[in-house]
């Protein structure tokens, strides 16, 4: 099994299933919720919460503290896109230095230029993986929202032969959300990208976060349309087994959690160790243990509902109302592309 599947997996094992587990190996820290694709499946497009950068001093807390805790992976991603922080390479550099020993990164790629390249690798980041949705231009400006596929198949392929070139050992990951419209033949998809990554990952796309009913409206793959609405596996992995660090400074139980619904402790008020089994993310475990999801995002995100539901802390979360489900942006870029003539696997 390839690396990259090994780390899927690890996601669907139930060894992690108990009310007070222990301390994650593993945490990802959101650096901005900014983003600057409009991908037709993200709800990043019509986010309510502010927009922001994380503080460099709430980047050093949480490294130095996960670390003594027993944390020693990072991932600098969760809803935005990570390279538009030019700070970036500077909190790498500070894993790398506390002694974190796989640190990685989700990218659209738009900005991974070759100074970007050679400044991240310099910063010892392990792995990088490319959010590269379409195989032509068409299909990549339908997903995205933007006309950049050309761009990043190049830094894709510059981000390959600058390993070669210079003998370095860092990962490279191709991740690709199938839809309705791009769920191609697999080998077909691979073969575009495989000659420079070292994998590449397809993913059904779905309704992860609930936020995005148009996905199930529109979207969803063919082999995906007579599953059974809320088949999917309880307990879910995140609220057990990661740490999930919002640009705010708070915790979650997810990391799309674009309005900050499962947010469950400030870490400008409590400590890492603390919050880990705090009464808030403690009660939101039972539930998933007890396969019993009370009306709260993972409600939605579990059965396919639209449910304004309530969140674990609603001092640190968006008040929302029916907007966020909106579909219309999605269902007339969907209707532009039917019409466009470039059929692509349209029937």
């Not at 222990?22 to 502010?50: D, G, H, Q, S, Y």
């Not at 910063?123 to 959010?131: N, R, V, Y």
């Amino acid at each position: 099994m390839s690396e990259f599947n090994e780390r899927l997996m690890e996601k669907v094992q139930k060894s992690f299933v108990q009310l007070y587990p222990e301390f994650p190996k593993n945490m990802l820290i959101e650096v901005t919720n900014k983003c600057n694709c409009k991908c037709l499946f993200c709800a990043n497009e019509k986010m309510k919460r502010k927009r922001g950068f994380i503080s460099p001093e709430i980047v050093e807390k949480v490294l130095n503290g996960a670390y003594q805790l027993g944390t020693r992976e990072v991932g600098f991603y969760t809803t935005g896109e990570s390279l538009l922080d030019y700070n970036l390479e500077k909190y790498i550099l500070k894993a790398k230095k506390i002694g974190y020993q796989y640190i990685y990164l989700t990218t659209n790629g738009i900005l991974l230029n070759q100074k970007r390249i050679e400044s991240l690798v310099k910063a010892g980041l392990d792995s990088f993986k490319l959010s590269i949705n379409g195989i032509n231009r068409i299909d990549y400006e339908f997903i995205h929202g933007i006309d950049l596929f050309d761009l990043v198949y190049c830094n894709l392929k510059n981000l390959y032969e600058y390993r070669q070139i210079n003998n370095f050992n860092y990962k490279i990951f191709v991740s690709y959300i199938a839809t309705k419209y791009t769920d191609y033949n697999h080998e077909e998809i691979k073969k575009n990208f495989a000659s420079y990554c070292d994998e590449v990952a397809i993913i059904n796309v779905r309704n992860q976060g609930g936020y995005m009913p148009s996905i199930n409206e529109a979207l969803k793959c063919s082999s995906e349309e007579n599953k059974i609405p809320g088949a999917r596996q309880l307990p879910c992995y995140y609220p057990f087994k990661s740490l999930i660090v919002t640009y705010e400074g708070y915790l979650t139980a997810c990391c799309t959690d674009f309005e900050n619904q499962l947010v469950y402790a400030d870490l400008k008020k409590e400590s890492l160790e603390a919050s880990w089994h705090n009464e808030k993310i403690t009660f939101l475990r039972k539930q998933h243990l007890a396969k019993k999801i009370l009306e709260n995002m993972c409600y939605n995100c579990i059965y396919d509902k639209k449910c304004l539901g309530k969140a674990l802390d609603s001092n640190l979360s968006e008040n929302l109302d029916e907007d966020v489900f909106a579909s219309e942006n999605v269902l007339k870029r969907v209707k532009k592309y039917r019409d466009g003539g470039k059929s692509y696997g349209i029937s």
